[in-house]
């Protein structure tokens, strides 16, 4: 089995719990508008999601908190349009479902109706778990996400590595074994030691997908931006960067600037 560039067939949470089970890595990458979905789809990611980072990454604040629904409905509605086959999965944002079971389910099929994502993605355990059974028996596919939950970052105080104590560990197997019995197809692992996502990985059916999480998970995620060296900004230890875009961009700017001051641009065969 192989979900290579080559493969136009749309990946689904079929494809994702296939890909588990054959031992094919699972590659993710975030993406909020359009034209960046276009490109990492043609590039053949396996799943594209439009995180609530879009609030750090396309706004500008310091938290993923202040994004609301109608926010992200924008982004993941560019992002679907852009997919035609990558899996696209939409987080709900903070508050649209923790207040109640009902509320949940209702947000969740909002945003499913008016964006046309594939499935979507709530940050923790057995605290929301009723919900998350209600999202998916209305036939919604959802992504967990357990460890450092940035929703939560005024709970946790910080950003740290979350899960180094028994306790937390603990914990936190026992709500992916409850997130992996309410019918999750993935979850997320975010900055957890590799040990303990090594674990977990070996003890659910859902696929896990890791972010500062070792290399024994199903998959990996980052959000493009970091990935792709479009800021410089951010560097934390699990980050890799494949491209230097800033320099890229810096220099194709420099470029036109220099064409337009010595009226190099446009030419005569760019002109009418």
Partial sequence: MGYLTTDKKKITVKTILAMKGSGEKISQLTAYDYTTACILDE???????????????MSGNMFTLPITIEEIIYHARAVAKGS?????VCDMPFGSYQISKEEGVRNAIRIMKETGVDALKLEGGVEIIDTVKGIIAAGIPVEGHLGLTPQSVNKFGGYALRAKEEAEAEKLISDAKCLDDAGVFAITLEKVPAALAARVTKEVKAATIGIGAGNATDGQVLVYADALGMSDKFKPKFLRHFANMKQCMIDGVHEYIKCVKDSSFPSEAESY
Avoid at 84 to 88: P, T
Wanted: glycine fraction near 10%; charged fraction near 15%.
């Fill in 43 to 57: 590039a053949g990611v396996d799943s594209i999601l439009v995180g609530d980072s879009a609030s750090n990454v």
């Fill in 84 to 88: 035609k086959h990558s899996l696209v």
